[in-house]
C-alpha cells in the first residue's frame, strides 16, 4: 500500500494529497472547491473539537449559535472588516426557484428577489455584534464570554483538501468587556489555549507572536498567532486571536453603563482555528508510508489484529484479546479488535499504517501459548514482542512515549530551520535552499514587507512574543531596525 503514496521528495503537494485521499479523511466534492470530510477525517476533527471544547468552557466561554446569513448591510457597517473579504464573500439574491417553462429543470424566479442581499458567513462579527447590542446594557452583563462551532464559506481560487476551502468548519469565539485591559488578556488566554492545545495534543511546536499591520485581521487592533513549520520549509498559520478594540462595539453601537452609571463602548475580541489544523498535523508528523497520529488526539489508538488458522486458534486469541481490550478501554484508550475474515493480516498492517494508528498489536496462536504479544509503534516503525501480563500498562506508556517522540522530532526540525541573516542575498539563498523560517531584521513599514513578498513570496509570519531587542539593520533597506521578525513562505 505504502507504494502508492508519491514520495514527499519527489512531490510534496502530490505526497500530502495522497495521504489525505487514501488516508480516508476527506474526498473532493461535487461542489467545485469544497470538500467531503470522511468518517475518519470527522473523527479526527471531533477529537480535537473535543480538547478545545472542554479548554473553552474551563475558562468561562459558552457555546451559542448565530445564522448563516448576514445582511450584506452589517458588512457595511465596519469598513476595515468588509474591505478584508469582500472578495470571498458568497451572495444570496433570491429566495426561490421556479420549473423552467421551457423544460429545462428548475430557474431563479426573477420575482423572488430579496430586499437585501444576504451574505453566506465569512466570519460573524457583524451578525454577533448588532446581536450583543440587545444582549449588553450594564456592566453587570460583562464579561460576555462566547464561542460557536459552525461552517463558514469564503470563495477560494485555488484550494486544496483541508488546507483552502471554499467552505471549512471551525470554531469562533466573540467576547465583550468592559476595558480594553480585560480584552488584551482575553486574547493573549486564548492565544495560550490554542499554543497548548497545538504542542500537547497534537504534538506541533509553534511560535507564539502578533502579526504586523499588512497581516492582521480584517478590522482588528492587533492580531496575535500561532506559526507552525511544516516538513516542507513552509510556515502554517495555526490560530489565530484578535484584540478588536471598540470598532464593532462602535460600528454596532454596543454600549454598557459602568459603574458610575455612564455610557461606554465594550471592548472586543475574537479567535479561531479551523480544520485546516487538520492538514497541518498531517505535514508535521506524517511519512511515505502514511498519516503518523499523536496518541492524544488520534481517533484510534490501539488497533489489534489475530493471526490464525481455523476456529479454535481463533477462539483461543479471542478470549485473550477481550480481556486485553477490557483492560485498555478502562485506561481511556480507544481500541479496535479487527478480526474480520476479508484481509489478510499483512494488508491489515498496511491498512492501519495508512491510517497513522498509533500501535498495532499482532497476536498469534503462538504468541498465546509464550504469553505475549507482537507491538508496533507508528511513529518510528519498531516492533517488539511484550509480555501479555500487565500490557494494558506498557500500552498506555507506550502511548505517551510516542506523543513526546513526535513533539520532539518535530520541535527539532522547527529549531534547526530557524536561520537568523543579515543581508538580502542570504535571506533569498536559505528561503530557495534551506526553507523554514529565517529571522531578520526589517525596517517596520509596510512598503518594506510588501516589496520582500514581491521579491521572495515570504511574509512576515509574526513579532515573536517576548522577543529579544536587538540592534541592526533592515535586512533589505538598510534602514535601522531593533529586532528581528520571522519570514517564511507559508501555506
Known amino acids: 500500500m505504502s507504494k502508492e503514496i508519491?514520495?514527499?521528495?519527489e512531490d510534496y503537494s502530490q505526497w500530502y494529497n495522497d495521504l489525505v485521499l487514501k488516508g480516508g479523511l476527506a474526498d473532493y466534492s461535487a461542489v467545485k472547491g469544497c470538500m467531503v470530510i470522511k468518517p475518519y477525517g470527522f473523527a479526527l476533527w471531533e477529537a480535537m473539537r473535543d480538547v478545545l471544547d472542554r479548554k473553552f468552557k474551563e475558562t468561562g466561554h459558552q457555546n451559542a449559535y448565530f445564522p448563516l446569513f448576514i445582511p450584506k448591510s452589517f458588512l457595511s457597517k465596519e469598513a476595515a472588516h468588509i474591505e478584508g473579504f469582500a472578495k470571498e464573500c458568497a451572495v444570496v439574491t433570491h429566495y426561490r426557484l421556479k420549473n423552467d417553462p421551457n423544460g429545462g429543470g428548475v430557474v431563479v424566479d426573477p420575482e423572488a428577489k430579496l430586499e437585501?442581499?444576504?451574505?453566506?458567513?465569512p466570519t460573524s462579527e457583524t451578525i454577533i455584534w448588532n446581536t450583543y447590542r440587545d444582549w449588553i446594557q450594564s456592566y453587570r452583563d460583562l464579561?460576555?464570554?462566547i464561542n460557536q462551532w459552525a461552517n463558514v464559506v469564503r470563495w477560494e481560487m485555488r484550494t486544496r483538501l483541508f488546507l483552502r476551502t471554499a467552505e471549512f468548519l471551525w470554531q469562533e469565539g466573540h467576547t465583550a468587556h468592559a476595558t480594553a485591559e480585560e480584552a488584551v488578556a482575553e486574547t493573549k488566554q486564548m492565544l495560550e489555549v490554542y499554543a497548548n492545545f497545538a504542542e500537547e495534543y497534537m504534538a506541533v511546536p509553534v511560535v507564539r507572536g502578533v502579526k504586523t499591520a499588512n497581516e492582521r485581521f480584517a478590522g482588528a487592533v492587533d492580531t496575535y498567532c500561532i506559526e507552525a513549520l511544516m516538513q516542507d520549509g513552509k510556515a502554517l498559520q495555526a490560530g489565530t486571536?484578535?484584540?478588536?478594540?471598540?470598532?464593532?462595539?462602535?460600528?454596532?453601537?454596543?454600549?454598557?453603563s459602568n459603574k458610575e452609571n455612564k455610557q461606554e463602548y465594550v471592548w472586543a475580541t475574537s479567535w479561531g482555528v479551523s480544520t485546516r489544523l487538520i492538514g497541518g498535523l498531517i505535514m508535521v508528523h506524517s511519512d511515505d508510508q502514511g498519516l503518523v497520529l499523536p496518541p492524544r488526539i488520534a481517533p484510534l489508538q490501539v488497533v489489534i489484529v489475530p493471526i490464525f488458522k481455523g476456529d479454535d486458534q481463533k477462539a483461543a486469541i479471542d478470549a485473550k484479546v477481550h480481556s486485553l481490550m477490557a483492560e485498555?478501554?478502562?485506561?481511556?484508550?480507544?481500541?479496535?479488535y479487527d478480526d474480520s475474515d476479508n484481509s489478510r493480516p499483512g494488508w491489515k498492517f498496511a491498512e492501519y499504517e495508512m491510517k497513522g494508528v498509533p500501535v498495532r498489536i499482532a497476536i498469534g496462536a503462538r504468541d498465546i501459548e509464550n504469553g505475549v504479544a507482537e507491538v508496533a509503534r507508528r511513529d518510528n516503525k519498531t516492533k517488539e514482542?511484550?509480555?501479555l501480563e500487565g500490557l494494558a500498562a506498557r500500552i498506555q506508556q507506550l502511548l505517551e512515549d510516542i506523543q513526546q517522540n513526535l513533539y520532539n522530532k518535530a520541535l527539532s526540525y522547527r529549531d534547526e530551520h530557524i536561520t537568523p541573516v543579515d543581508n538580502f542575498e542570504?535571506?533569498?539563498?536559505?528561503?530557495?535552499?534551506?526553507?523554514g523560517f529565517v529571522s531578520a531584521h526589517w525596517d517596520g513599514t509596510s512598503e518594506t514587507e510588501e516589496k520582500i513578498k514581491e521579491l521572495t513570496?515570504?511574509?512576515?509570519?509574526?513579532?515573536p512574543l517576548n522577543n529579544p531587542q536587538e540592534e541592526g539593520k533592515c535586512v533589505l533597506t538598510g534602514k535601522p531596525s531593533k529586532e528581528r521578525v520571522l519570514f517564511a513562505r507559508a501555506y
Open 6 to 9: 508519491t514520495a514527499r521528495s
Open 116 to 121: 437585501e442581499e444576504l451574505i453566506v458567513r
Open 143 to 145: 464579561p460576555l464570554l
Open 241 to 256: 486571536s484578535h484584540f478588536l478594540g471598540q470598532n464593532f462595539a462602535k460600528a454596532f453601537d454596543v454600549k454598557f
Open 328 to 336: 485498555l478501554k478502562a485506561s481511556g484508550i480507544s481500541v479496535k
Open 385 to 387: 514482542s511484550l509480555p
Open 426 to 435: 542570504d535571506f533569498k539563498k536559505v528561503l530557495d535552499e534551506k526553507a
Open 457 to 463: 513570496k515570504a511574509t512576515i509570519r509574526c513579532i
